[in-house]
């Protein structure tokens, strides 16, 4: 089975800080997600990537960037972290034709 | 894009009885229905999932069916029991890589 490393489970930042979420797999897949989690919210996407150096916006992705220089790697940018970035964060890959996604642990980032 | 629906929010069963969340989508292209059970302190995970060309799929206790004309799909857990306590999400593909999840349904199970 493919694993999603996400390599922070906590992180406390400061506003204005800039932050970088890292989000590495062990397979080959070509289709990388960010989304964030809020209670009542579910899922939203923030960017996607479908292959490297390849980007898109999801559906929130104002104050955020993404980078994918290696096809194993999609990291997350806050580039000037706010409180209202406080939230879960979770990343995901496409794995198999069934579109289905493997996620994974999530970070979840407190802005102070 | 794609919109999808969810309800209830919250759901509370007695062990045993049965649990219906319900979802609605708007693009009628769509074509992958998934669920995702995510139990607290835990990433989401696939738990079942449907296609159009598909009415109902079943797993064990679980089932999903599926209405195309109507754009809703549901997720159905029969004999529940306190490990299915988790919150649900259904989702829909709304393109060729990106899924619309909705807003998520918690339910507990009571012993």
């Known amino acids: 089975d493919v694993k999603v490393t996400q390599s922070s489970r906590y992180l406390v930042k400061r506003t204005g800080e800039k932050v970088f979420l890292e989000c590495v797999q062990d397979m080959d897949h070509e289709n990388m997600f960010w989304y964030r989690q809020d209670p009542g919210l579910g899922l939203r996407l923030i960017y996607f990537s479908y292959d490297v150096k390849m980007k898109e916006k999801g559906d929130i992705p104002e104050g955020y960037s993404v980078s994918r220089e290696k096809k194993e790697r999609f990291s997350l940018i806050l580039e000037s972290a706010s409180t209202n970035q406080t939230s879960m964060y979770l990343c995901a890959i496409r794995t198999g034709d069934n579109y289905g996604y493997t996620f994974g642990s999530g970070t979840r980032l407190t802005v102070v | 894009g794609e919109n999808v629906e969810q309800h209830p929010s919250t759901l509370s069963v007695q062990e045993g009885d049965s649990a219906v969340i319900k979802c609605t989508y708007s693009d009628s292209a769509s074509n992958y229905f998934p669920w995702y059970k995510q139990e607290l302190g835990k990433r989401p995970q696939l738990i079942i999932d449907?296609?159009?060309?598909?009415g109902e799929k079943k797993d064990q206790r679980i089932a999903v069916t599926l209405n195309k004309t109507a754009k809703h799909f549901s997720l159905h857990i029969t004999e529940t029991q306190p490990e299915d306590s988790a919150v649900y999400f259904c989702?829909?593909?709304?393109?060729?890589?990106?899924?619309?999840f909705g807003a998520g349904t918690t339910v507990t199970v009571r012993a």
């Open positions: 449907i296609r159009s060309n598909v």
């Open positions: 989702a829909a593909r709304s393109d060729d890589y990106k899924l619309s």
